[in-house]
């Protein structure tokens, strides 16, 4: 596979977009890890973090607790070597037998390799029903 590296086309943007989702929608925290830097900052709602250990143990516990996870993401604009994008996606969570679906917005820079190298997340969680949801 090639690697998609800045400066971003919107054709470039649109596929590193794509990719990112396919690679969420996996759901394996490794995997998901490398296309960030070693050092990625991160901010996800109110947790700063950073480092590829960190994402993966962030991610772990995201997906032990959302499950039935399926997420989508829109292109909203870019430069050079950044991208934001607009998501949601929806999960069930066991404990209190809920579906919600959640809609952010998330920042992205990248490094000259194409690897990211911060992400800055905001999101709101809205409680839907079985049968409210679109995937």
Not at 7 to 24: C, G, I, R, Y
Not at 74 to 92: A, C, G, K, P, Q
């Amino acid at each position: 596979m090639k690697t998609i590296i800045p400066p971003f086309t919107a054709d470039s943007a649109a596929q590193k977009v794509q990719l990112a989702e396919d690679a969420w929608n996996t759901k394996n925290p490794a995997k998901v890890a490398l296309a960030y830097t070693p050092d990625s900052e991160w901010r996800n709602r109110n947790q700063f973090f950073s480092g590829r250990k960190s994402i993966e143990k962030f991610l772990t516990q995201k997906w032990n607790k959302e499950k039935h996870y399926k997420l989508k993401k829109h292109l909203w604009s870019y430069t050079d070597n950044r991208i934001s994008v607009r998501f949601e996606y929806e999960w069930y969570h066991e404990e209190t037998d809920q579906w919600y679906r959640t809609h952010g917005n998330e920042h992205w820079q990248f490094n000259a390799d194409g690897l990211m190298e911060i992400r800055d997340m905001s999101a709101n969680d809205v409680k839907i029903t079985a049968e409210d949801r679109l995937f």
